[in-house]
């Protein structure tokens, strides 16, 4: 392809001065069967083009002459054929041909262009001609192509010269159109027509190369530059406004796109396009995008969105960059997601070509490379980007140029500016398939899919001794074998010839590709500690020289020990990257700069070399003072040493280890010359119990495997031992193989196990039927001399300050005697339930909208691009869930379910979960799938069928296996031995549109008896995560056997998954108001209530789950003191109204972002779409009925559809709440809903409808269940 400063347009002065040929230039009347020709023969139009997409293919009048120009516009397409027009020549006269369905079937004389190849005489003969496709023109695009003088053939879109397509054409050639597929209608272009010759010219002018536009604009410099203004063609959706200065989206809240609008004239060279957002709406994910683009805004067919459009333009869209809609940048920048009204953001490109971007005045780095002159801007009004107006280019900075080696600065308010503030950055000089952006931090490489080498950045100066640089890897493509290689070399950058491949070099350089350790391009080491091929996205690698000249590497922190050592300790070293094979984007991480002093004179790395993975927060574990004899506790007892000899080394924890609690211990010296490893366990020994002379270890054996006085399990090398005998061997990794800095820590697993972790990843279960009370033990045996602990022990909370039990101040007792519904207070020791702790990530598919403080999800567009990750990762034993809240029953599928393992705050979710190649474990329908690839069928319940309410668990159990649960049944392991950490991740695609995170219970995650009643422990702390752990009571059997009805209606209550301690226990748990149970036990329909007394009516058809009351507050005399009265819900707030105790306004319903199916302005109803909390102080009103018949009714308590578990029939429930109510506290008045039926004749329709607006007016007295 012929690069635009070869592409010189010396054929068109040519085709300008012979102009007045092209009038005899004219479509020929001989023509396809479906051509119909018009204006005076220029214009040709495809009849019925919804019923056929062929038939044609039209001609030129005349064959066309040397250097003459055969110029259409394409007129109209349609949306309903792939495929599009296609242009050429052939020497066929038109006249005596027989015209072909279409024209690439012809196979003599023929040469076509069909989307972006070139076909000869039905063949193709280059497959990639030029950058655009002709399918993915619009309206009102030019294509054009003309026979030169030397027999060469070239072709023009929108006045671009794309190049030789072919150097040898036949001297006598007709052009000729194929309106295929979309193309309908086009028109000849005559260069007469003022509007299209400039329309040309500016395309000539972009075509040229910098130097001569820069040359033709250089007379007109001195002119004063024309304001830059929005241009009036703009989105169907925008307005312009303020005399063109403003652009806006007048209807922001019911469309999210058609938004587009353009410079009004095309950007010089060094001018910044700068706005500032003035307005933004939250309904919709996504927001502002800006870019350029080569098309001119008086003839473009604006597309909904920028990035839809494939030719000629570059958009910022988030924090990446895209090109002619296909992603080239991933992380770019600050994302522009985050900006809010009054930000700016800008575009400039320079002279040199380059195009960057603004945002709040501060450059983001190059984004864009070759950008052609005479771009204009662009600005994507989209998603929450309501209006934005032109900011003048004097108010922002000028772009800096490339900084100098050694001083990168970056501005800490920069977006891109890291947290540490070393001034390492990547070099200017690099290989020629590297690309450095991100000011300097980050490093990617170009047509990453076509090379895989040539990529190699090296840092922008000398490492200093003891200084870490570490990158992240940012993407892989899974095209090539092999990965990243990094190390260092003692060569300048600016001496350094850059080679393919950073292995190929042959002097003072260090690398490790794969595993291997190489020097001057020579393998002088296999089996290193660590796998440069085997890392994914996410993984960070660390470079670090001693003072001594030992090279370490590190691993996610981790230091992996020292690689090769020799290296000149007075010779500058610079850190190098080759972005080889699959590793295709890396940054530099803010972990990168000086480590602590102890690194610049040792190679031991310290604890800032990675991070330190205590179990919870709390204080520091210690050694207990009872030791060997051979050695000494020093720094308040967190560091022991064995001064003397190979034995005689064990140490204890000060305490008995917690269920999961881990105690972890750092290699700080090794001894080489004694053989064996250091041994770990657990005892029943207490080593305070060991009576005279214990303090100084008198009475401890030499060595752990002699220690049998008590139960004692161990782990040494790779053998496990109980009191001595062998157990098993060939367990985790071997001990004898820690080096200096490795980790080892031992952890009692509630499942009653032992498990051995090494540098943070769990051996598995090394020994099981553990002891309840039991010591961490470890002997500093052979060459292991001295450790230092790094865990730390948990923090028993006060009890004052922990959280009160979501019960302890809502409930209702009993109803009066006489009805026999007594509650009862139900005991009184009230269990905390465990509180929502979880919450999804920030980042999510770009459909995505949260809410409800991050725990509700809504997709708000189309059927793809839900993907949300939980933020916290899965602990073992505790079970995440979510509930799906609204299906689109217009959609196929529902949402998928699974984990991920790569770190998933900056990934960049594909519009499917099934798009995931790496690190991913899904559920989807009845099959797993493992990065993509289906790896068992018929897995549990289909999750495309799952209907509304249905809540879905995930939970990791002692064995990384990956479990999961239906409505709080345990359907097995889905996938054996996941990697931790991992997060759970939910694709909310297709039908499903909605989901909630519902808080978990112990007592479900672990699949075990939930204990007896008013069972309560301490808050467990885990990953620094306070969980209030409650058990509630066992369901019991329905005190009613006999009522098939209250039966099904216990079923459904319990596929709720509400905890127990809401509910008052058998037998005065429940009671069924059907047909039957009411006329056995007589009730009335009606009674009186409260003081002054008030009727209600008895909830016939319904069935009543007591709730428990506060045995601090009278409930007795509240219910005979209130009145009694009904609220209609549904099941998605059912939860929510038990977790805050009342029907208080603003609580009456979760927050969800689907409206109910009930009539705007229905106090019954859930809020709307999207909709945030009022801003009045004054709250909306709650209300209710003295009527369930009214409460009741479909418009106000939604019914949802659901699967017996026992007989598998669909039903349909509806769910309420009986509440006492606070005389005066209530306005009545006539009904505001809707109703199908008419209301309770008994009461008077102006008392139906009860108002209150009063915080405490309300008391939950039951939840009510009904099942057609």
């Avoid at 028109?187 to 190369?209: E, G, K, M």
């Avoid at 505001?1232 to 139906?1248: G, K, T, W």
Wanted: a negative charge.
């Amino acid at each position: 392809m012929v690069s635009p400063a070869q592409a010189r347009p010396e054929t068109f002065p040519n085709s300008l001065e012979s102009h007045n040929d092209f009038a005899s230039m004219e479509l020929s009347e001989v023509c396809g069967t479906l051509i119909k020709l018009s204006n005076n023969n220029k214009t040709a139009e495809r009849r019925r083009p919804l019923d056929e997409f062929n038939n044609g293919v039209v001609m030129t009048n005349r064959p066309l002459r040397d250097n003459e120009m055969f110029e259409i516009r394409i007129d109209k397409l349609v949306d309903k054929w792939s495929g599009s027009i296609e242009i050429g020549v052939t020497t066929h006269n038109p006249n005596s041909l027989e015209y072909p369905a279409t024209m690439t079937n012809l196979q003599s004389g023929t040469i076509m262009m069909s989307g972006c190849g070139i076909l000869t005489n039905g063949k193709g003969t280059r497959r990639e001609y030029c950058e655009f496709s002709l399918d993915e023109l619009q309206e009102g695009d030019h294509i054009g192509l003309t026979r030169k003088s030397n027999s060469a053939l070239h072709f023009f879109i929108n006045g671009i010269d794309q190049g030789v397509a072919t150097p040898l054409t036949p001297p006598v050639v007709y052009g000729v159109v194929d309106l295929y597929g979309m193309a309908v209608k086009v028109t000849i272009v005559h260069n007469n027509n003022h509007s299209d010759r400039l329309r040309r010219n500016n395309a000539i002018l972009r075509a040229l190369s910098p130097e001569g536009a820069l040359r033709r604009a250089a007379p007109a410099a001195q002119a004063e530059p024309e304001r830059l203004l929005f241009h009036p063609n703009c989105g169907q959706k925008a307005a312009i406004t303020h005399e063109g200065r403003t652009a806006l989206r007048p209807h922001a809240t019911d469309d999210f796109n058609h938004g587009v609008v353009l410079s009004s004239r095309a950007l010089r060279d060094g001018e910044v396009f700068q706005v500032r957002i003035d307005k933004m709406v939250d309904k919709w994910a996504g927001s502002i995008e800006i870019g350029v683009t080569t098309h001119n805004p008086a003839y473009l067919q604006l597309p909904s969105t920028m990035t839809n459009l494939r030719s000629g333009t570059w958009m910022m869209t988030g924090n990446g960059v895209m090109h002619n809609g296909t992603t080239i940048l991933d992380e770019y920048g600050h994302n522009l997601d985050r900006l809010k009204a009054g930000d700016t953001v800008g575009v400039v490109r320079r002279e040199d070509g380059t195009l960057h971007f603004f945002v709040n005045g501060m450059t983001q780095g190059p984004a864009a490379w070759n950008v052609p002159p005479g771009v204009y801007a662009v600005v994507d009004l989209y998603g929450q980007a309501a209006q934005a107006t032109i900011v003048d280019d004097v108010e922002v900075p000028p772009v800096p140029e490339p900084l100098p080696e050694g001083n990168n600065q970056v501005s800490p308010s920069s977006p891109s500016s890291g947290a540490g503030g070393s001034d390492l950055r990547f070099h200017q000089l690099h290989g020629s398939n590297a690309v450095i952006t991100n000011g300097g931090r980050t490093a990617l490489r170009h047509n990453c899919r076509s090379e895989f080498n040539d990529a190699i950045v090296i840092s922008n100066r000398a490492l200093r001794d003891g200084e870490l640089f570490e990158i992240v890897i940012q993407k892989m493509v899974d095209r090539w074998s092999g990965s990243i290689e990094a190390g260092v070399t003692a060569i300048r950058p600016e001496d350094l010839e850059f080679p393919n491949t950073m292995t190929d070099i042959d002097y003072d350089t260090w690398m490790l590709s794969g595993t291997a350790i190489m020097q001057d391009g020579n393998t002088m080491r296999n089996n290193y500690g660590c796998d440069l091929d085997a890392l994914g996205t996410g993984a960070r690698i660390g470079m670090m020289r001693t003072a001594k000249g030992d090279l370490h590497y590190f691993i996610n922190g981790q230091d992996q020990g020292a690689a090769c050592s020799g290296l000149p300790p007075g010779k500058e070293v610079y850190a190098v990257v080759d972005l080889y094979g699959q590793c295709v984007q890396v940054s530099i991480t803010n972990a990168t700069g000086p480590m602590d002093n102890s690194l610049a004179t040792s190679n031991t790395a310290t604890e800032k070399s990675f991070p330190l993975h205590s179990p919870v927060a709390g204080v520091a574990h210690r050694f207990h003072s009872t030791c060997g004899k051979n050695v000494t506790l020093e720094e308040d007892g967190t560091r022991a040493v064995r001064a003397t000899g190979y034995a005689h080394g064990l140490v204890f924890s000060t305490k008995e280890l917690k269920a999961e609690e881990v105690f972890e211990v750092k290699v700080e010296e090794l001894d080489e010359k004694w053989a064996g490893s250091l041994r770990l366990g657990l005892t029943t020994l207490a080593p305070g119990e060991m009576g005279p002379g214990a303090g100084s270890g008198p009475g401890l054996p030499p060595s752990l495997p002699e220690l049998r006085t008590k139960t004692t399990w161990m782990v040494s090398s790779c053998e496990v031992r109980r009191d001595g005998q062998l157990q098993r061997m060939n367990y985790g990794r071997n001990l004898e193989r820690l080096g200096v800095g490795s980790r080892v820590g031992i952890r009692r697993g509630a499942d009653d196990t032992m498990h051995i972790l090494v540098d943070g990843e769990d051996m598995g279960p090394a020994a099981t039927g553990i002891a309840k009370n039991v010591w961490a033990v470890l002997d500093l045996y052979g060459p292991v001399r001295s450790v230092s602990i790094v865990s730390s022990t948990r923090l028993e909370e006060p009890e004052g300050t922990q959280p009160p039990s979501p019960s302890s101040d809502t409930g209702s007792e009993g109803e009066e005697d006489d009805e026999g519904e007594d509650h009862g207070l139900g005991g009184q020791n009230q269990v905390g339930i465990m509180p929502a702790a979880f919450e999804f990530l920030e980042n999510h598919g770009k459909n995505i909208l949260l809410s409800n403080g991050n725990r509700t999800a809504t997709r708000v567009a189309s059927y793809n691009q839900g993907i949300v990750v939980i933020s916290q990762p899965l602990v073992p034993q505790l079970l995440v869930q979510v509930r799906i809240d609204f299906l689109n029953r217009q959609w196929t599928s529902s949402l998928v379910l699974g984990v991920i393992t790569c770190p998933p705050e900056r990934l960049n979710f594909p519009a499917s979960a099934c798009a995931l190649k790496r690190a991913a474990w899904l559920l989807r329908g009845r099959g797993v799938f493992h990065n993509g690839l289906k790896i068992c069928e018929k897995f549990g319940p289909n999750l495309d069928t799952c209907p509304e309410g249905t809540i879905l668990g995930l939970r990791l159990d002692s064995s990384g296996g990956l479990h999961l649960h239906v409505n709080g049944v345990d359907h097995g392991v889905a996938v054996p031995d996941v990697p931790q950490p991992c997060h759970a991740l939910v694709d909310l695609y297709g039908q499903c549109e909605q989901v909630t995170i519902v808080s978990p219970e112990p007592g479900a995650a672990s699949g075990k008896s939930a204990g007896t009643q008013g069972d309560m422990e301490k808050a467990d702390m885990v990953d620094g995560i306070k969980e209030s752990v409650c058990w509630g009571p066992q369901p019991a059997a329905s005190p009613l056997k006999s009522c098939e009805y209250h039966a099904l209606c216990s079923r459904f209550q319990e596929l709720l998954l509400l905890p127990e301690d809401y509910f008052i226990p058998p037998p005065k748990r429940s009671l069924c108001y059907c047909e039957s149970c009411r006329k056995l036990r007589g009730d009335e329909t009606h009674r009186r209530r409260g003081e002054p007394p008030r009727e209600y009516a008895l909830p016939f058809g319904w069935c009543r789950f007591n709730l428990r009351v506060n045995p601090h507050l009278e409930a007795g005399t509240l219910t005979k003191k209130w009145h009694m009265a009904y609220h209609g819900s549904n099941v998605a707030a059912v939860r929510r109204v038990l977790d805050r105790g009342e029907l208080g306004a603003g609580t009456a319903s979760i927050l969800s972002c689907r409206p109910l199916k009930g009539e705007p302005g229905v106090g019954f109803e859930e809020p709307g779409e999207n909709c945030a909390p009022p801003r009045e102080e004054q709250p909306p009103p709650v209300l209710l009925s003295p009527s369930l018949q009214y409460a009741g009714a479909e418009t106000l308590a939604s019914k949802v559809q659901f699967r017996d578990p026992k007989s598998q029939r669909t039903h349909q429930a509806q769910v309420a709440f009986q509440v006492c109510v606070r005389p005066g506290s209530y306005t009545p008045g006539p009904p505001s809903a809707a109703l199908r039926e008419p209301p309770d004749p008994h009461f008077s329709p102006a008392e139906l409808e009860w108002v209150t607006k009063e915080k405490g007016a309300t008391l939950l007295y039951a939840l009510l269940v009904r099942v057609e």
